[in-house]
């Protein structure tokens, strides 16, 4: 088993996700189904392949180094669920 | 019902035979009626009336005016909210429109609704949505069946006849598997060919904006109206895009099918390898030269993906965190709680088992393991298509290993669900162009789908296969 109760609860916190004692549990199933299922990627023989990050063709095209203005604060804190004087606004995160 | 084409509705507009508002009213009237199919995760008719206002007051030729168009709730749009189908961008309202979507309002379409569709496009059936399963508008009365996914709202839209046409997102399948649920056409191009900007993103290198259409020559002028550069896409692609409609050609005399033997799987229902070869056997009569090819990684196409997708998920899902937009929980008593709190409350349950496995995947001591293999198989399945594709011209296979099931049925074991895609994931890795179009029943008498893969940006390729497939079955 790949997964157990400290991996999933490292994973968990990485992700920034609570999970309940039996939300771990269904995803240490879970995950560790889908891992042995992966497994079967180790028959391929990948020595001296170049891992493929980027299927697209394209070359990065330059552009013009001008400033383009657009700035919208107003209209973007509208949707933030929390906001002050201009700024998103968190809980505090310093005593 | 006979449904209208698109082709034939620009002309019926062109000659005055019905009006702007005409046209769109009916479509409303049939949305109305089919409101328990769930089609529609955002419609407000007000807003229908108010884009008709707007273009009857507009003297301008365009090439889409007035035509009924539906958007899959994964594109930003202005005009609407955009959801995602999940909880955490619940009444969120973009500030600014996705490129697609864009397009498509310069050429003077009017947005219906946007559609229901699986949780971030993280499914195969519709069913992983906040607000929703979506009923295949195929269904019988007493068996509801899924509509496929993600795009399964979008599709269904199409099959019901409520727009023109729709657009979807394919990451590894989500445009041509509900295609062939539902009995539409749905192209998913060549990666790069149609911009991603302002579409909420699941896995980067495979996502890529494509239609839903009722045929093929509608599907080729949709799809020439949301295709080209934008600079705001570092992959866009800069190529010159071809009048697909003007070039359609069903003549394939002289062509060369492949015909990749590892797509007969075991246990693949015989009415699909039926339509298989009755596609194939269509096109031998065309004069179509049949050529046997191998693509020998395609085994190995869904476990690269279920690594790939959810590694590049987990890093694309990390900007919702109930600070700058969407749901935040109310349980926040310090920051990291805020944040943990808001992504579980916030995000569905197949969503976070695919943040949980690529985060894990990701992770220090897995990365080489898993990732960088994964990157390593994609290369060789690549490679696979690009030595076929010395020995044919396109490649026809089926969409999907079955026809639509039941809802709800698969939700309990992942990779059966994943199973769905096994046809589509290889092209999406390899980033090909691929088409679903309707080619024969199931005993059922429910719709299924061939697929048809071409080169890198050779859409028109696929679309000449595609149509002359389609004028032969009709």
Redesign the interface.
């Known amino acids: 088993m790949k ?1 157990d109760k400290n ?2 609860n ?3 916190r ?6 309940d004692d039996k939300e771990s549990e269904d ?1 240490i199933k ?2 560790n ?3 042995d ?2 497994e ?5 023989n ?1 020595e001296n ?10 070359i ?2 330059k ?1 013009e180094d001008v400033s383009n203005d657009t700035n ?1 604060s107003e ?2 804190l ?5 906001k002050l004087e201009g700024f ?1 606004a ?2 505090k ?1 310093v005593e | 019902m006979s449904k209208s084409s698109l082709k034939q509705t620009l002309k019926d507009l062109d000659t005055k035979k019905i009006s702007i508002r005409e046209l769109n009213q009916d479509y409303l009237k049939r949305i109305k009626e089919n409101e328990n199919l769930n089609i529609f995760i955002h419609f407000s008719e007000e807003n229908v009336l108010k884009q008709i206002d707007n273009l009857e007051k507009d003297n301008s030729e365009k090439k889409l005016k007035g035509i009924p168009i539906a958007i899959k709730d994964l594109f930003c749009t202005k005009s609407m909210p955009t959801t995602a189908a999940s909880k955490i961008l619940e009444n969120f309202n973009p500030t600014y429109e996705s490129f697609v979507t864009q397009k498509l309002l310069d050429e003077g379409s009017i947005f219906v609704g946007k559609t229901n569709l699986d949780e971030f496009a993280m499914g195969s059936a519709t069913n992983t949505s906040f607000f929703g399963n979506t009923i295949n508008p195929l269904s019988q009365e007493n068996e509801p069946l899924a509509p496929g996914g993600s795009s399964g709202g979008s599709a269904a839209a199409v099959a019901a006849d409520l727009c023109l046409g729709a657009t979807g997102t394919d990451t590894g399948g989500s445009i041509r598997q509900p295609a062939s649920f539902c009995g539409v056409v749905g192209i998913k191009p060549t990666y790069g060919l149609c911009s991603r900007w302002g579409i909420a993103a699941f896995a980067s290198s495979l996502d890529q904006a494509g239609i839903f259409s009722h045929n093929v020559e509608d599907a080729s002028i949709l799809l020439q109206s949301i295709a080209g550069f934008d600079q705001r896409d570092s992959t866009s692609a800069k190529v010159d895009i071809p009048n697909y409609f003007e070039n359609l050609d069903d003549d394939l005399n002289g062509k060369t099918v492949g015909i990749p033997k590892e797509y007969s799987i075991d246990g693949t229902p015989m009415e699909i390898s039926q339509i298989w070869e009755d596609a194939i056997k269509v096109l031998e009569k065309k004069g179509v030269k049949i050529k046997n090819i191998s693509l020998p990684h395609t085994k190995y196409a869904l476990p690269t993906y279920y690594i790939i997708a959810p590694a590049e998920a987990s890093s694309n899902l990390a900007r919702y965190d109930g600070v700058k937009y969407g749901f935040r929980s109310d349980e926040i008593d310090s920051l990291d709680e805020m944040y943990e709190n808001t992504r579980a409350q916030g995000f569905g349950r197949e969503v976070k088992r695919r943040i949980l496995i690529g985060t894990y995947v990701l992770s220090a001591g897995y990365y080489d393991a898993y990732y960088l293999k994964a990157q390593k198989v994609r290369k060789l399945i690549a490679d696979d298509f690009n030595k076929a594709f010395k020995e044919c011209d396109f490649i026809v296979t089926p969409t999907a290993p079955s026809a639509a099931f039941p809802l709800n049925e698969k939700q309990n074991d992942p990779i059966k669900m994943y199973l769905n895609d096994v046809f589509t994931v290889p092209a999406s890795l390899a980033g090909l162009p691929g088409i679903s179009i309707p080619f024969g029943k199931d005993k059922n008498n429910l719709p299924l789908g061939i697929q048809i893969l071409g080169k890198h940006f050779d859409e028109q390729q696929v679309f000449n296969a595609a149509v002359s497939l389609e004028r032969s079955y009709e």
């Open positions: 997964i991996t999933i490292k994973i968990a990485l992700s920034r996700i609570k999970l995803y879970d995950l189904s889908i891992l299922w992966v079967q990627l180790n028959e391929v990948t392949v170049e891992p493929l990050s980027n299927i697209s063709s394209s990065l095209p552009r919208s209209e973007i509208e949707n933030a669920p929390d998103f968190v809980p995160v």
